[in-house]
């Protein structure tokens, strides 16, 4: 056979064969990506589980982190517990001036005389309501930076004017004070009032539990000591976001330090701003700020560019009082 006769043979055979070399490649194509898209199914099974585990272990460490905060809250709780049972079983002073127990709201038996008093020089419950509208501002932001659900403490509530405040708009208080008079006018009027020492009362408290903590003209009837320690409580128990608000005379106006604060027979002694501004920063609280209240009228106009005299009729007829408002 010639070869040109063995390459055409050739050629025929070659030929006859590339359908079934064809159909080969075409089964293993097949299979390539079948193998290919089980690869990728299994892939997609893969990255849905582990989307599943990575959200259970998110959820359980959400779940361990509330855990641990309720948990060092109840330390917290505790520890303050066993603070106050062993300051309490320690405590060995010897009655002095500074003592709570001989400030004069203590007397029980002058309740209705000090109820007359303050209907008499502090102004009627509608002045006073009016005057506490200014702090409205602060309450609000304070009751919605803690979520809007924990009351509001108003120490030393007097008559409720606060609460009143409060009950308008729709915003839980609660009053505390040691006049069993004024604690059962709040009541009878559907308000809620504690008849205790603010102290004692905050030391019961569980910590982050207020909004926010008030006192209109409370800290200039109580002892100094007793004063830090009640901010340290208030610090304690206020919810981050929360705000404390103190108002007191202010003893720069030298009408208000030198006659009308002693015109009140259970005030101790006057707190300058500077003193009280040092004392709240002191015990924790990071932003403090001090407005000066309710300056007097002017009885005419001031010389202009006399540094004397205007100081001098800032200090006659500038704010009488002042408040103390700090966020933790």
Known sequence: MSNKAKRVLSGIKLTATLPIQIRNLIRENETLRNQVADLLKRNGEFHEE?????????KQITVLEAKENASSNRISDVMHQISSVTKASKQTRIPSQSSSKEVLADNHLLDRFYVEFENNFRGTEEEIYQ????????????NKMTGGKLPVLDIGCGRGEFNSLMAKNKIRSIGLDLNE?????????????????AASYLREQKSNSFSAIT????????????LVEIFDE????????????????NPENLGVGAHTFYMDPSHLHPLPPALL??????????????????PKELPG???KGDKLVADIATRLYGPQDYAVIARK
């Open 131 to 142: 005057r506490l509208e200014e702090y409205l501002p602060h309450i609000k932001n304070a």
């Open 50 to 58: 582990l989307k599943q585990t990575k959200n259970h272990f998110e």
């Open 234 to 249: 208030c610090y304690r128990v206020l919810a981050p976001g929360g705000v404390i608000i103190f108002e007191t005379p």
């Open 215 to 226: 006192g209109f003209h409370i800290v200039e009837h109580i002892p100094f000591d007793d």
């Open 277 to 294: 501004e040092f004392t709240v920063k002191q015990r924790g609280f990071p932003e403090v700020e001090i407005h000066r209240l309710h």
């Open 301 to 303: 106009k001031i010389a």
């Open 181 to 197: 008079a004024m604690v059962k006018h709040i009541i009878d009027r559907s308000g809620e009032a504690v008849l205790q020492d």
